[in-house]
């Protein structure tokens, strides 16, 4: 009989679980304030999940306190106000982004994922970065001054040992299941989204369309001159679900389903996308009470990012709080050095972003609801909100949540 080689075991100071825009920026905070970590990426490369995003005023600053706005900043205009066409009543009205009190600019940049992804991962040392390492499951051991070690099963089999432990692996994290926090809800909405491209130019202006139609809500927003963002919120379908990840089965629903009434100018743009920027996904939420209420750190061990508060997207915010989170863990855990110290950081940590986050969710809930207006008995209600009240009012409101500022990482060394 063959004998079973035994696997490797590290211990490793802190261990990120996930490579995303959580796990990344996370790593980056950390770096920045000297400490090294390891990321576990189940995948054999970055990926991102959908071409573009949207990065508001509170993304901003976190970048610039992770000192990469810089590098990112050159390449994308930014957008201050939009227009909101209802094509059932032909109203047009408009849309502003909030004014920030200390001159930091207002209003959005969408940029590609990647090259958010990427900038963030330059700045890491590569050794850092594990591919093709998914995280199975997690269990607690005595360490030797007892304290305890967190021992992480990768699925190849292989086992880390880490001091401490971040998850950001998002919506379906391991970390948070074994956190013990709820699962996220499907708030019965899905979007569908593609980047097109144009290189001899789009031509549109450099403003927020959106359109608006019984049960959909769609957006279309250019990054620069050449490539242009889009996507279509609707109810959830049977139909729908089998989309999947299946780029020309979701360009073929969008243009005879989805966007069959819309201005030709849109369909221009879902033709030209480039088909691996075609994503279908589920508009999925962990309710605002279960962020608060939830166990989102143990001992040595917490979450960020989706991992810890997966939000519909319809204030453009999970990338963005993501970055917010990653700053304040750098800042919270600079001078933690015990089990002790990193258990008291790691609350302080939770206890400064819980309550952010679940404002977040609720807003972005809100927000998504009175623009989709399409909730049974509510519909009426909300279309009248919507129309008459939403975006003169409400939109630039609730929008001030984007001009947080989470400060800045301490200077070490
Ligand atoms: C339709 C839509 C539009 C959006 N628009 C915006 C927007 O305009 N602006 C904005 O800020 N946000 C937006 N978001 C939200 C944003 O995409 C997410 O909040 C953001 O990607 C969260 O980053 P994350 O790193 O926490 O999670 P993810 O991006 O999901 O990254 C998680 C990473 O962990 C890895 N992973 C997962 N499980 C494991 C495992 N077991 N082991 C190892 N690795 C693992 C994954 O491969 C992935 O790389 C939108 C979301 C949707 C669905």
Sequence with gaps: MMATRPRAERVEEVVIVGGGIAGLATALALHRVGKSCLI??????????????????????ALHALGIAHKL????????????????????????????????????????????????????????????AKL?????????????????????GDIIKAKVVIGCDGLHSVVAQWLGLAQA?????????????FPEGHGLKHEFQQFLLANRRVGLIPLNNHDAYW???????????????????????????????LPLEFKQMVEHSVPSSLTWDPLMFRTPWDIVLGRAHRGCVTVAGD??????????????????????????????????????????????????????????????????????????????????????FIFTWISRLTLFD????????
């Design 40 to 61: 576990l990426e189940r995948w054999h490369e970055l990926r991102e999940s959908g071409a573009a995003l949207g990065l508001l005023p509170n993304a901003w600053r």
């Design 73 to 132: 900043i050159p390449n994308y205009r930014i957008v201050r106000s939009g227009r909101v066409t209802n094509l059932e009543t032909g109203s047009v009205q408009t849309q502003s982004f909030p004014e920030s009190s200390d001159g930091e600019e207002n209003g959005a940049r969408i940029v590609h994922r990647k090259a958010l992804l990427e900038a963030l991962a330059e700045e890491i040392p590569q050794e850092a970065i594990r591919f093709s």
């Design 136 to 156: 199975a499951s997690i269990r607690t051991e005595a360490g030797p001054d007892s304290s305890s070690i967190t021992v992480l099963q990768l699925e190849d």
């Design 185 to 197: 809800h499907d708030s019965g909405r899905s979007a569908v989204r593609g980047l097109a491209v």
């Design 231 to 261: 996507f279509i919120s609707h109810l959830t379908t049977p139909k729908v679900k089998e989309l999947g990840r299946h780029p020309e089965l979701i360009q073929r629903e969008v243009l005879l389903n989805l966007a069959v009434d």
């Design 307 to 392: 991992a810890f508060h997966p939000t519909t997207p319809d204030l453009g915010q999970g990338g963005c709080i993501a970055l917010e989170d990653a700053v304040v863990l750098g800042r919270c855990l600079a001078h933690a050095e015990s089990p002790k110290e990193v258990d008291e950081s790691l609350g302080r940590y939770v206890a400064e972003r819980r309550w952010r986050a679940a404002a977040i969710v609720a807003a972005s809930y809100f927000s998504g609801s009175v623009q989709q207006a399409s909730a049974g008995v509510w519909t009426r209600p909300l279309r009248l909100v919507r129309d008459f009240l939403f975006y003169r």
């Design 406 to 413: 989470c400060g800045t990482l301490p200077k070490v060394g």
